[in-house]
């Protein structure tokens, strides 16, 4: 095995043992968020308890204050009775002294009701105030546990770095820059070669590829993720072609709302991946790069279905590919496609391609609109 690559081995676990850590680190702070968000909404609910036994407690001397003012009342209409001189002022002072004693009572079922609601509202008080204390021990404990972690993970991420900086030194400039840009984009810049196929996007590589890994004399490149390729022979479980047995494609479905399509020839853009998206009598068009999934140009929308709204798409080069993702899901890859979209999207290409040389086609990338590949 070359130096590169075995130290490009050592890299990539160095790399991922980062990424780790430093993911960890940053949700550390987010996990003691969490808590303190739950800690706020407990003390609003106490607050909330608390305060509502201090609205029972005024209304309760409000009325009592109305009953002490009306039993006044009743009082000074009863001096009052004994002073008229006719039968209609005195039942004037009886009706007001009636209904004096009407507001008493209500105000005293009024205290009666507080008075019931009373026990319920101080168990809401202390169960708020129990529920406080532990989630309050429980944060100081997760705030602890949250430093001593990050120390600890710092201080791995120190170790870490230096290990990567020279096992950085050990690898040829051109090899690493290919290495650090690939992983950029796809998480990880180096991929085992195992029967045949490149297990980082999971596509068949060309027999004069898979040999060239196999030698170990040079660095070989993935055609569809671009990861730099290693042969570990304890590892490979290559089949012999002659007893494989070839899996049949699944066809996509020719009136799926959304369709892609493979172009090895599209304008000046080379090698693209077309989706298409039929939606409420309109059709949208979106291109991105067949190696790096990066949009390229706007979303184009125009009116009726895809093959008609896009005429000038259907080649006799393009190919329709297996592939469907929910319009939300596009709209939240923003200007990239996802490794794993990607990935999915080339290895059905390398599938379609490997239906096409079956059926004798002279063009690998050519498929007519009758091709089942095409479909």
Not at 93 to 109: K, P, S, T
Not at 257 to 286: C, H, I, K, T
Not at 360 to 372: M, V, Y
Request: aromatic share 6%.
């Amino acid at each position: 095995m070359l130096s590169d690559i075995e130290n490009l081995l050592h890299l990539q676990e160095a790399d991922k043992e980062i990424r780790r850590l430093n993911e960890e680190v940053a949700a550390l702070p987010k996990r003691v968020a969490v808590i303190e968000q739950k800690l706020a909404g407990t003390k609003a609910d106490l607050e909330k308890a608390k305060a509502a036994v201090k609205s029972d407690e005024a209304n309760r001397r409000k009325y009592e204050s109305a009953i002490q003012d009306l039993h006044g009342k009743i009082s000074k209409y009863r001096d009052q009775s004994l002073a008229v001189k006719t039968n209609e002022q005195y039942k004037a002072l009886l009706q007001e002294i009636q209904f004096a004693e009407q507001e008493i009572r209500a105000n005293e079922d009024k205290i009666l009701d507080l008075m019931v609601n009373s026990e319920a509202r101080e168990k809401e008080v202390k169960a708020a105030e129990a529920e406080l204390k532990a989630e309050t021990a429980e944060i100081e404990k997760e705030k602890a546990d949250a430093r001593k972690r990050t120390a600890e993970d710092e201080a791995q991420l120190a170790d870490w770095n230096g290990k990567r900086d020279k096992l950085r030194a050990g690898v040829s400039e051109d090899v690493l820059r290919q290495y650090e840009r690939v992983m950029k984009f796809r998480g990880s810049g180096l991929a085992e070669v195992r029967a045949q196929k490149c297990m980082g996007c999971q596509v068949m590589l060309r027999p004069q590829t898979y040999n060239e890994v196999k030698s170990g004399q040079s660095i070989v490149h993935c055609d569809s993720c671009q990861r730099v390729l290693f042969y570990d022979p304890a590892t490979d479980q290559t089949e012999d072609p002659a007893v494989t047995v070839t899996k049949r494609r699944t066809r996509p479905k020719s009136d799926a709302p959304q369709a892609w399509f493979f172009r090895p020839d599209y304008a000046e853009d080379g090698e693209v991946l077309l989706v298409y998206q039929n939606e409420n009598g309109m059709a949208s068009r979106r291109i991105y790069d067949a190696h790096s999934g990066r949009q390229i140009g706007d979303i184009l929308i125009r009116e009726g279905n895809y093959r008609l709204a896009f005429p000038e798409d259907m080649t006799d080069s393009a190919i329709r590919l297996n592939g469907h993702f929910d319009p939300e899901v596009l709209e939240e890859w923003g200007t990239e496609m996802p490794t794993d979209a990607l990935d999915s999207l080339n290895a059905d290409l390398r599938a379609a391609q490997a239906e096409l040389r079956r059926t004798h086609k002279p063009d690998t990338h050519a498929a007519t609109a009758e091709h089942p590949a095409a479909r």
